[in-house]
């Protein structure tokens, strides 16, 4: 439960927006204030934590995808630029 709470941590706004989405669909039984929203994992069902390990990583999986197709991009103008692709 460590580790999902460690990649929640690493997430976006927009992301950590998902997850309340997720976890307020699953309990009503959490804690908001201006700083975020708290939530006892241990009020959380089997099936919202496996929702969201889901949805955790996915965000994962698009930020791995994202950086591979820039690296790919970036050779690419490389060898636009200078007729040399690198090895």
Do not use: P
Not at 6 to 25: A, F, K, N, P
Not at 54 to 76: G, P
Request: proline share 0%.
């Amino acid at each position: 439960m460590q580790q999902l709470k460690d990649q929640i941590d690493q997430l976006g706004t927009h992301e950590h927006e998902r997850i309340y989405t997720i976890v307020s669909r699953w309990t009503k039984d959490y804690t908001r204030t201006d700083t975020g929203v708290f939530v006892s994992t241990a009020k959380l069902s089997k099936e919202c934590i496996a929702e969201l390990e889901q949805y955790v990583n996915f965000c994962f999986d698009q930020r791995k995808h994202l950086a591979e197709t820039d690296a790919e991009r970036e050779r690419y103008e490389k060898l636009a630029k200078t007729g040399h692709g690198s090895s």
